[in-house]
């Protein structure tokens, strides 16, 4: 596809299960982001891949927390034991190039709701 | 600690009505200022990166440009489409994280 793809787009859940989300970057992306986005605020960074390495999970919230990308290219970031809390929109970003000065493009995020 | 401030919050405008848009920045060594669009229900549209100070680029009706600390998004005759929240970002050396600002929500009225 020509952009990001992210899904589920929705998510409801019980407090307590897991889930997974899953992000689809750009063909040939070498960075790959994950952030969560709480109602009104802007992006939060949880993790950063440069192809299959993940160099950079200080803003993940809680060892509940996991991304992983071990092709280097489709990302999974899942959430144990979910908590209300954890409810937001999660985005994916990708980039093409190693060098993290570089725009970064978003999918449209994956909305989670837990009940 | 780095951070980045947006203003105003939220900014009505009636089409045609010019006006900035804020992004004051503290931070360790600029790699990288970024404004980005969001549309309700979409992820952030990547508009502009400057990367020193005095750099300015321009797009359509917006034009942005950078400071040692602060940047600015101008807005010229906006139009009802470009309602929309505006989020600026930063990216500083010794790090792999963008910081986001909380955006400014812009509503261009008919």
């Known amino acids: 596809g020509a952009g990001v793809s992210q899904s589920p787009r929705y998510k409801v859940a019980k407090r307590g299960q897991d889930v997974a989300l899953r992000c689809d970057p750009i063909s040939g992306h070498v960075s790959l982001f994950w952030y969560q986005q709480a109602l009104g605020q802007g992006p939060e960074f949880l993790t950063y891949f440069q192809n299959e390495a993940q160099l950079d999970k200080s803003g993940l919230p809680s060892d509940r927390f996991f991304a992983e990308r071990p092709e280097g290219s489709v990302s999974t970031l899942k959430i144990q034991r979910t908590q209300q809390e954890d409810s937001a929109v999660y985005l994916c970003?990708?980039?093409?190039?190693?060098?993290?000065?570089?725009?970064?493009?978003f999918g449209d995020g994956t909305r989670l709701s837990i009940l | 600690e780095d951070q980045v401030t947006q203003s105003p919050e939220a900014l009505r405008l009636q089409e045609g009505e010019s006006s900035s848009l804020n992004c004051s920045y503290t931070v360790s060594g600029l790699r990288g200022l970024f404004w980005y669009r969001q549309d309700p229900g979409k992820g952030p549209e990547f508009l502009f990166t400057l990367y020193s100070a005095g750099e300015e680029k321009e797009k359509e009706r917006l034009k942005a440009t950078l400071t040692k600390k602060e940047s600015f998004l101008h807005i010229t005759a906006p139009k009802p489409e470009d309602s929309a929240t505006y989020l600026c970002a930063v990216f500083t050396s010794g790090t792999y994280k963008y910081i986001f600002g909380t955006g400014t929500r812009l509503k261009v009225l008919a």
């Open positions: 970003a990708s980039s093409l190039l190693g060098q993290l000065n570089q725009p970064q493009h």
